[in-house]
């Protein structure tokens, strides 16, 4: 049995007898000491440079590189407010070392964060081609996924346009009644100190002058309300054109009614029902006062079942068409944040945010980014592969410069060996776009396994068949179904791992570009953490010029 001679000495008055080495505060196999390397020497910071102002009165500021290193650890660490990131910063040894003991304040790291939203948003283009030079990032298969992340903004602060209109009176009446008070109370105060007949230096307080950003956001809500109502209505116009003007002439037009066409249509073939059922009664008419009559008379045009028909049919689309309306005037913006939307979630109830996209690679590499305000995902599919055919191509031309006899590099649709995705996304308009090969849903997961299993097919399917047959088809067979069964871990642990693990769950920034700023950094800081894994393995960093 091993026994202590005594405890040793706990004395934090003791003063340093050399200057501190702060290589010694945490091992050189730490992770911190790589991620300050990757921004040190793999990472053009120059954007976040050219927003520092130096050279003038003050303080010495903070330096870019350092505080951007400060973002990238927190966000890994899952913390994203300023406030714990200061504290972090005197408290968590891995903090002290990146900020080298100079500790910046909340507000200091905020205003950095809000100040160079764009740069950090380009900040995810360049971690990509540091992973791709490290063999990150496979492209035989790649998986689209959207969550729902709220904004930083409440579901309260919902308006109609009714609603915001009263709210833009009643803050500019608040406005005019402080302003008032204000001149009051300073004419008042000016009249002891100056006397009554001097105006004195006094001016209304300029946060009183200006409307202020209430007043502003409310205008901007309005306004995107009625750009929204004006462009949805422009759109329908143009397709209810060209339904209408395929109709006159005379072609076959199948699948729904356009929107702005319904009623148009209703009308012109109540009209056509009520002329020919006309035409059949002049013709009897003609027939009874020539004395060729006989046979029973025809119903009156107002009574013919086609007539009536298309009668019910008008009163249809005319209904239809006044709950269209009326649901137009009861849509609703955000006065915290207009650019945000009401976003349907899967489970049921609702959320106060925008719809984020990403397409990961098998490895866990996320390729590109997006965000949007639709909740529905299929309307995210030309833009999301456009941007995963650029990444496919920056990946492939990184490894290229690397590789001393590349071959001849292949088209950028090439490159990508399979896409897969879930049923949010299918449309026939998305199984037949231009791009890499696709394997999109047609169903639930558990139904398309039920089929599968079930009622098994070989072969492709029958030759001109419906897209969406077609696609049905191609998941009830046996490589289909097992090539689609890698989608959920490689599009949903993304998600999860931000949700969960790093705690993205709102954004902390408001407004649409600085939504997709946010996400873009996000996937920044995953993928640096995919290749902290990566080096784990015994990989290196390469060698820098």
């Not at 004419?187 to 009183?208: R, T």
């Not at 009163?315 to 913006?333: F, I, S």
């Not at 998941?475 to 959920?488: K, P, V």
């Amino acid at each position: 049995m091993l026994v202590a001679k005594g405890y040793r000495p706990v004395n934090r008055d003791q003063q340093f007898l050399l200057p501190p080495d702060m290589r010694e505060w945490v091992p050189p196999t730490h992770p911190v000491w790589t991620v300050i390397e990757i921004v040190d020497t793999h990472l053009d910071t120059s954007a976040f440079h050219a927003s520092r102002r130096t050279g003038g009165a003050g303080r010495a500021g903070y330096d870019p590189d350092m505080l951007v290193t400060l973002l990238i650890w927190a966000w890994s660490r899952g913390m994203r407010s300023s406030r714990q990131i200061e504290r972090a910063c005197t408290e968590v040894v891995a903090f002290r070392v990146i900020c080298a003991g100079d500790t910046p304040d909340h507000v200091t790291i905020s205003r950095f964060r809000k100040d160079n939203h764009t740069a950090c948003q380009d900040l995810f283009t360049q971690v990509l081609i540091l992973a791709a030079s490290l063999g990150l990032g496979r492209l035989e298969t790649i998986a689209l996924d959207g969550v729902k992340i709220a904004s930083n903004a409440s579901k309260d602060a919902n308006r109609t346009e009714a609603g915001l209109r009263k709210a833009a009176t009643a803050e500019a009446a608040r406005i005019a009644a402080a302003a008032a008070a204000a001149h009051a109370a300073t004419d008042d105060a000016e009249d002891d100190l100056y006397g009554e007949d001097d105006p004195g230096p006094g001016q209304v307080p300029a946060e009183l002058a200006d409307p202020g950003t209430r007043t502003a956001r409310i205008a901007e809500a309005l306004a995107q309300l009625e750009a929204d109502k004006q462009a949805e209505q422009a759109e329908r116009d143009r397709k209810g054109r060209d339904y209408l003007a395929r109709l006159d002439a005379g072609q076959t037009v199948m699948g729904r009614v356009p929107v702005g066409a319904e009623v148009a249509a209703a009308k012109r073939r109540l009209a056509q029902a009520v002329t020919a059922q006309q035409a059949v009664l002049d013709r009897f008419e003609g027939r009874t006062a020539s004395g060729g009559g006989g046979g029973f008379a025809p119903k009156p045009v107002d009574e013919h079942h086609l007539v009536r028909r298309r009668r019910t049919e008008l009163d249809t689309a005319l209904e239809k068409q006044a709950a269209r309306d009326t649901a137009t005037e009861q849509r609703r913006r955000n006065t915290t944040d207009p650019d945000s939307r009401l976003q349907p979630l899967r489970g049921g109830g609702w959320l106060q945010g925008y719809n984020c996209q990403a397409f990961t690679s098998a490895d866990g590499v996320i390729l590109a980014t997006g965000v949007g305000t639709g909740p529905a995902d299929y309307d995210y599919f030309p833009e999301m592969v456009d941007k995963a055919g650029r990444a496919a191509q920056l990946i492939d031309t990184t490894r290229r410069t690397t590789n001393p006899n590349p071959a001849p590099a292949p088209a950028r649709e090439e490159l990508i060996g399979v896409m897969l995705l879930d049923a949010g996304y299918c449309s026939r308009e998305n199984l037949t776009a231009p791009g890499p090969d696709r394997l999109i849903a047609t169903g639930k997961a558990r139904d398309l396994e039920t089929a599968a299993a079930e009622n098994p097919v070989t072969g492709s399917p029958p030759p001109h068949a419906d897209p969406i047959a077609a696609m049905t088809h191609r998941l009830r067979t046996e490589d289909g179904i097992a090539t689609y069964r890698q989608r959920s871990p490689i599009a949903e642990t993304v998600f999860g791992h931000a949700k969960h693990n790093l705690g993205f769950r709102r954004f902390t920034s408001r407004g649409l570009d600085r939504a997709r700023s946010e996400w873009a950094f996000h996937a920044a800081v995953h993928n640096i953490g995919k290749i902290l894994t990566h080096l784990t393995n015994g990989n290196t960093l390469p060698a820098t010029t």
